[in-house]
């Protein structure tokens, strides 16, 4: 007999397929300072008291079971990531304000997070931010800044905007001591 019930049992993944089907909408929900694109979380509240969570990030869909729906953006986080890396991916999902600046009598060495503000957009109703470490797209990743003052030179030296999908996008820049 529960041969037949483990076969009959649906996957997380199928439960949050037929509450979508059927406009089930979650109790709590987090989207990444990036936007929905980046990553988001859904939870909804089960019977039992539990959540079924849906973590979306950069196409990639993976869910659980929890007891509480605090902290869904933990779900967006992955461990083993370069500092560099970790910098702009906490910046791309809780926002560049919640990555520390760094003091000029910090050790160092440093990044320098740039971050493009995009305006609302009218589709998704939603404003987003992405960043990156400068020189993130460069063969060897990430420019790492022996002091603070190399780091602010090269700032001063950088464009206000960039040219992204034929829009000047604004671009604040901050200095990020690694750990």
Request: charged share 25%; glycine share 6%.
């Amino acid at each position: 007999m529960m041969d037949n019930v483990k076969e009959d049992m649906l996957s997380l993944e199928a439960v949050v397929k037929l509450l979508w089907q059927h406009d089930v909408d979650s109790q709590d929900h987090f989207t990444a300072a990036a936007g929905g694109d980046y990553g988001f979380v859904c939870a909804w509240a089960l019977p039992d008291g539990r959540f079924l969570v849906l973590c979306e990030h950069i196409g990639h869909s993976s869910y659980a079971l929890s007891d509480h729906s605090d902290y869904l953006e933990q779900y967006l986080f992955h461990p083993g990531l370069l500092d560099e890396v970790a910098i702009a991916h906490r910046a791309n999902v809780l926002g560049e304000d919640q990555v520390e600046t760094a003091a000029m009598d910090d050790l160092g060495p440093f990044v320098v997070l740039r971050t493009r503000h995009y305006e609302v957009d009218e589709e998704e109703f939603e404003r987003r931010e992405y960043s990156d470490c400068a020189g993130e797209d460069l063969p060897g990743g990430a420019i790492k800044f022996r002091s603070y003052l190399e780091a602010q030179a090269w700032i001063d030296r950088a464009p206000a905007s960039e040219l992204d999908n034929d829009n000047d996008v604004p671009l604040t820049y901050k200095i990020v001591a690694l750990p």
